[in-house]
């Protein structure tokens, strides 16, 4: 949470603005101050200190108020402007500041105040008394977290003057925090009308700062980030508060599947809101790939499939970065409900963060909380199918210039070592060497990644349809097991059939038999009996031989 300093500043006084541009003007004399032809900040402030003097009427200022410099922009042209803090009787102005415009040669131009009000108190104390005010901010920050069991609550009430809300008046401006049952921070500031008792107006304190990363795989690419003080947190608080922090290329220790210790997590922070540099080099360009593919994979469910968060509730789930040494996984594990990546070898993989791999691994959390797809067998083979179809779609929805959509997983993290272009593909899943296109009875024996394919298959005919072609700039050649030409309905239908599958019809231990089913019950359901969406996805499944 951050919270505004307020430096209680001089007195709107002739002797204290002398006193002061003495002080500055020796400063500005320097050699140093000569270096740029443009006004120092020291002589912009002292510029703006001659302005306040000859312009206080036009300002609303009176003898009661002081002021206190907050920022300074010189302009490559030598225009000033000094923004400033306000104080009343030394109690902080809400709504009390402004910007003095200067021209190159200190010239008054103008300003910009947030608030025209002329201020004048009877009283600067308050009704109200502080533990009171605390009370009510109190109950006003559990009033919007209903449902939650607070812990570590506190509460810092400071008077002010409020001039943002109508007529200037005394009031409390409150910071309540705490944190919810997951440990995460919940903050709400409250502003009482410090006479009355009334509640003027009241907002959340946890501040979200928009920033940017430079990704090892996506270009650089937008970032909800936490403020924290003067640096910003690598967690989102517009998506449940998911964050990515440095395992410091340490393990988890699990014995019979039972975590005895586990690899930190520390969480990324940075001074200036601008991430990574798009090289290994720098820990935190891992970190935002990490970062970005959560956030997309989020937009994803909740903007297409209505879904809020992996569970459902909200709630975000954490990334760990830099596991082990020369990791070459990426996993999704329900128990610390987070995703892991590994930094790969460098030889046959880099670093596992990709944005396709990130899709991919939050989707096992979606399927944990719905079908909960039992990981061996045929059923196991659609948990992986299930993740490799949503996790496609998610880098589809991102329209990433850097990383755009394709039917290849995992394109972007295979290195020469590895030997092919991707780690799987979705026209014909058989190209990767281990995978099947084609359902048959013992396909349930083959690993999870490889039985996978048929479904893959599935999904790549369903929305692209047979044959060669070329999508995306990509070229495909998807065959038929029966000789089939089909035509598809496009990815948006695919996902959404896929989605209510999933969530609506999909259980345990569902085989391909049954994942046809569920598909043809979700496309009745959404398109109807009989249309060309049910046929297709009919078509489709014996395409791929399960009848």
Known sequence: MSRTRHTRGSRLTTAGV??????????????????????????????????????????GLTSAEGTSVRDVIVDKDGTQHVRYDRTYHQLPVLG??????????????????????????????????????ADLAVNALRAVNLGEILRKVTAKPQLVVDALHGRPRLAWRTNAVAQDSLGNPVARTVLTDARTGAQIDAWDSIETAAGDGQSLYSGTVPLQTTQSGSSYQLKDPTRGNTYTGDAANKTDLCIFGICISRAPSTLFTDADNHWGTGTNTDRSSAAVDAQYGTDVTWDYY??????????????????????????????????????????????????????????????????????????????????????????????????????????????????????????????????DGNSAD??????????????????????????????????????????TSNGATLTGIGRD??????????????????????ARTATLNAAKDLYGSGSTEYNAVAAAWSAVNVN
Request: net charge negative.
């Open 18 to 59: 002398a006193a002061t541009a003495a002080t500055l003007l020796a400063a500005a004399l320097s050699p140093a101050a000569h270096a740029d032809s443009r006004p120092t900040r020291i002589t912009a402030i002292e510029n703006a200190a001659s302005a306040l003097l000859a312009q206080a009427t036009n300002l």
């Open 96 to 133: 009390g500041d402004f910007v003095v415009h200067l021209a190159s040669d200190g010239a008054y131009r103008g300003a910009d105040r947030a608030t025209r009000s002329a201020i004048s108190l009877p009283s600067v104390v308050p009704s109200i008394p502080a533990p009171k005010a």
């Open 302 to 431: 909740k903007n297409v499939h209505g879904r809020n968060g992996i569970a459902g509730d909200g709630k975000g789930s954490y990334n760990r970065v830099h596991y082990g040494s020369a990791y070459n996984n990426a996993f999704w594990d329900d128990s610390c409900f987070c995703m892991t990546y590994g930094d790969g070898d460098g030889t046959s993989l880099g670093p596992l963060v990709a944005l396709d791999v990130a899709g991919h691994e939050m989707t096992h959390g979606v399927t944990s909380k719905t079908a909960a797809l039992t990981y061996t067998g045929e059923s196991g083979g659609l948990n992986e199918a299930t993740s490799d179809i949503l996790g496609t779609l998610v880098e589809w929805y991102a329209n990433n210039p850097s990383d755009p959509g394709d039917y290849l997983i995992g394109e972007k993290i295979v290195r020469p070592g590895f030997g092919r272009d991707a780690l799987r593909y979705m026209d014909k899943p058989s190209k």
């Open 438 to 479: 084609y359902w048959s009875s013992s396909v349930g024996n083959l690993d999870v990644h490889y039985s996978s394919g048929v479904a893959n298959h599935f999904a790549y005919l369903l929305a692209e349809g047979s044959g060669p072609k070329t999508v995306n700039g990509v070229s495909y050649n998807s065959p």
């Open 493 to 514: 239908k695919l996902g959404a059939i896929w989605y209510r599958a999933l969530t609506v019809y999909m259980t345990s231990s569902t085989n391909y038999a049954g």
